[in-house]
C-alpha cells in the first residue's frame, strides 16, 4: 500500500491518499478543505476511488465528503455509527449499517471491520474519546489515528461526545499495536508523522495512560 499525506486548510488538517498498487484502487481517508487538490492527486497517479473513509465526523475532518459522493454513486461514506449524531442530515435505516448523508450513501461501521482495499485491507479499529465513533486505521504497517492521536499529544476531550476514560483506553489499544507500526494524525500538530514505539516513549499522554487512570485524567481533562 501506497500513503500521500495532504495538509489542507485553516486547521492544518490532514487528508489521506491509501492505495493498493496492483490494482490502483483507492481510499481517501478524512476527505476535507480542498477536494480539487486530492482529485488532482488522485487523476495523476490513475487512482480509482473505492472507499471514503472518516476517522470521525467532526466537519474539518469530512467537509469535502460530499464533493466526492455527488460525482460516484457507486461511493459510500464510511464511518463509524455512532459518530452519526454529528451529521445534521445523517439518516440511520435500523440503527444498521447503511443510511443516508446529504441524500448519498452512507455505511456505517460497527468497529473492528475489515475493508477491502484492492489486494489489501484496511482493519477498523474502533479509539471512542474524542468522539464516541472515533476510529483508526490500519493498514501494512500504518494507521491512520485521526483526532485520538498526534504527534506528542492526544485528542480533545472537552468536545459533545467526549469521553477521558474512553480515550485512554483507546490509547491503550493503540499502543498495543507493533512499535514500528507508523502513526499517521489528523492534524500537523507538532509533526507529520511518527512510530507508536516513539509515542509510548515520548508522548506524555500515552505515557500517562499506560500508567494509571486517574494519572492520565489529571492531564488530558
Ligand atoms: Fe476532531
Not at 133 to 159: H, I, M
Amino acid at each position: 500500500m501506497k500513503i500521500k499525506q495532504l495538509k489542507l486548510g485553516p486547521m492544518d488538517n490532514f487528508s489521506y491518499i491509501v492505495w493498493d498498487e496492483s490494482l490502483n484502487e483507492a481510499a481517501v481517508i478524512d476527505p476535507a478543505w480542498q477536494p480539487g487538490a486530492i482529485e488532482e492527486f488522485l487523476l495523476h497517479e490513475k487512482l480509482a476511488l473505492k472507499l471514503l473513509l472518516l476517522t470521525h465526523a467532526h466537519p474539518d475532518h469530512a467537509n469535502a465528503a460530499l464533493y466526492f459522493l455527488q460525482k460516484d454513486k457507486d461511493l459510500a461514506l464510511t464511518m463509524h455509527k455512532e459518530d452519526a449524531f454529528l451529521l445534521d442530515d445523517a439518516v440511520s435505516a435500523g440503527g444498521g449499517s447503511a443510511g443516508l448523508f446529504g441524500g448519498k450513501p452512507l455505511k456505517l461501521l460497527n468497529g473492528e471491520e475489515e475493508l477491502a482495499l484492492g489486494r489489501g485491507k484496511i482493519k477498523v479499529i474502533h479509539t471512542p474519546g474524542h468522539t464516541p465513533g472515533s476510529v483508526s486505521y490500519a493498514a501494512d504497517g500504518a494507521v491512520f489515528t485521526g483526532d485520538t492521536l498526534f504527534v506528542g499529544e492526544c485528542g480533545r476531550v472537552d468536545l459533545p461526545g467526549s469521553d477521558p476514560k474512553a480515550l485512554r483506553q483507546s490509547l491503550l489499544k493503540l499502543a498495543a499495536l507493533p512499535d514500528n507500526a507508523v502513526v499517521w494524525p489528523g492534524h500537523a500538530y507538532n509533526g507529520n508523522t511518527s512510530t507508536i514505539g516513539v509515542q509510548k516513549e515520548y508522548n506524555i499522554y500515552m505515557k500517562l495512560a499506560a500508567k494509571s487512570e486517574a494519572e492520565f485524567l489529571k492531564a488530558a481533562v
